[in-house]
């Protein structure tokens, strides 16, 4: 390999060379440096700071009345707490439905709730208890309708500290095509930052359309902890597919150390991730001693995926092992669902001639 780095290397300098209109001029990339950035404004969203001992934020949309923070005594029918309110300004045509975008640290036995009233004391929507536990820093959507709402009450257990931030954000209703034959994919809800919706299909059967069978393997989260081993899936196939396409959810993905993927004991590669936008608050850095870089977390849940070659798979029962990286955080994953590719009276293919010799 090092033997044709040079050569090749000399060559793409000396056709550079030759054309020098095609390449940027010193003038142009100082232009281009001095052009200011400008801030996005987003009046119909925003985004609060929920951990103790922060301040509010110097200024807010004008349909958000307050915001204001209280201790909860605790009684007989729940333990003591700690509630952030938000108050809102009615509008006509304005924030006919909000998304709620609530991240929190996801502790056991203190999972936070998401509730609006009226003024009257009329509860309009319960979250009812976010989260499974896990451990990790995590981001819950949930699409709230307005009508009849007052103010919003955001409850952690105990003194709060899971509480990190929350992000609202103003919806608006548009027409959508749909094939009718065929599934709809489009998500309810737009998400800002097209971070993943859906938990997959609610049924368990295995469907075939067109020559591609579509298999759940997993639906509930389960956790990928390194010292643990990973979290292996086993399942029949009636013969080796032509391809297959493994999907899930990542809850907590560096983006630099993807978890692995072994089929059938070998080595497949490493999932593929769908990132969303980088503007997203669910985006949170770590830090750890003697490490030189701050690693990025995505603390929601982000789509991957793995294409697999049919030599990984056979007739009969067949194995999948998620492995995170060794010295990673832990990870989680729901919603695994595979992909078969099976020819079909739909799937076209050419005969290619054998090549002249």
């Not at 299909?201 to 359309?209: K, P, Q």
Request: glycine fraction near 8%; charged fraction near 25%.
């Amino acid at each position: 390999m090092a033997g044709f780095r040079t050569p090749l290397l000399s060559g793409l300098i000396a056709v550079c060379g030759l054309l020098p209109g095609l390449l940027p001029t010193a003038s142009a990339q100082s232009e281009t440096a001095d052009l200011p950035v400008v801030e996005r404004p987003t009046p119909f969203s925003v985004w609060l700071d929920l951990r103790r001992g922060s301040r509010p934020p110097e200024s807010w949309p004008i349909w958000i009345e307050s915001l204001e923070a209280h201790e909860r005594p605790g009684d007989s029918s729940q333990p003591a707490g700690r509630t952030v309110r938000i108050r809102f300004r009615r509008f006509a045509r304005l924030n006919e439905y909000l998304l709620i975008r609530l991240q929190f640290r996801d502790t056991p036995l203190l999972h936070p709730t998401v509730t609006a009233w009226s003024e009257t004391g009329t509860r309009a929507f319960d979250s009812g208890a976010l989260g499974t536990g896990s451990g990790l820093t995590r981001t819950e959507r949930m699409v709230l309708p307005m009508a009849g709402v007052d103010y919003l009450d955001i409850d952690a257990p105990g003194n709060g500290q899971e509480l990190r931030a929350v992000q609202i954000v103003s919806l608006h209703e548009r027409p959508v095509l749909a094939p009718l034959d065929f599934e709809d994919r489009a998500p309810a809800v737009v998400d800002p930052f097209t971070a993943p919706e859906e938990k997959g299909r609610a049924d368990d059967a295995d469907e075939n359309l067109m020559g591609r069978v579509r298999a759940v393997l997993l639906k509930e989260e389960v956790m990928l902890r390194a010292k643990e081993g990973g979290a292996a899936l086993e399942f029949e196939l009636d013969g080796p597919p032509l391809l297959a396409v493994l999907r899930l959810q990542i809850l907590n993905a560096d983006p630099l150390k993807p978890p692995q993927v072994v089929v059938n004991r070998t080595p497949a590669g490493k999932l593929a991730l769908a990132l969303p936008d980088l503007a997203d608050p669910a985006w949170r850095g770590e830090t750890r001693p003697l490490r030189a870089r701050m690693t990025l977390r995505y603390s929601g849940w982000v789509q991957a995926e793995i294409v697999l070659p049919s030599e990984l798979l056979h007739g009969g029962l067949n194995s999948l092992i998620f492995y995170p990286a060794a010295d990673d955080a832990p990870v989680a994953i729901r919603g695994v669902e595979l992909q078969l590719k099976y020819n079909a009276p739909s799937f076209d293919y050419d005969l290619a001639p054998l090549p002249n010799p």
